[in-house]
Nanobody, 126 residues
Framework: QAQLVESGGGLVQAGDSLRLSCATS????????MGWFRQAAGKEREFVAA????????NYADSVKGRFTISRDNAKNSGYLQMNSLKAEDTAVFYC???????????????????WGQGTQVTVSS
């Protein structure tokens, strides 16, 4: 069974930056789209960003465009989410996910992903 483990979360102030990492194992990482989602307390899980195996991002949520950058290193079986200019409304548990790349699939939807990490808490104080 594939494993995804997020790290890099923490407590920061508004305007600060964080870099989340997602380490994968038991997964041919280079064949999968990697996505980041987040879930704030009392809210639905929402899409943040996704990136194809080639390293080309598929899309970003409007709320993070220009502030967050998704990347990956297939040689390290890892993905990353660089988060700049953090806001209090970014406070959430962040999850990475892996989904097999297929033509026409909507990677902003959680259903496109087969494997999920346990999440890492990001708290932004205002």
């Amino acid at each position: 069974q594939a494993q995804l483990v997020e790290s890099g979360g923490g407590l920061v102030q508004a305007g600060d930056s964080l870099r989340l990492s997602c380490a994968t194992s038991r997964l041919t990482f280079s064949t999968y789209v990697m996505g980041w989602f987040r879930q704030a307390a009392g809210k639905e899980r929402e899409f943040v960003a996704a990136i194809r195996w080639s390293g080309v991002p598929t899309n970003y949520a409007d709320s993070v465009k220009g502030r967050f950058t998704i990347s990956r290193d297939n040689a390290k079986n890892s993905g990353y989410l660089q988060m700049n200019s953090l806001k209090a409304e970014d406070t959430a548990v962040f999850y990475c996910a892996a989904g097999y790349e297929a033509h026409g699939r909507d990677y902003s939807r959680a259903a496109a992903y087969s494997f999920w990490g346990q999440g890492t808490q990001v708290t932004v104080s205002s």
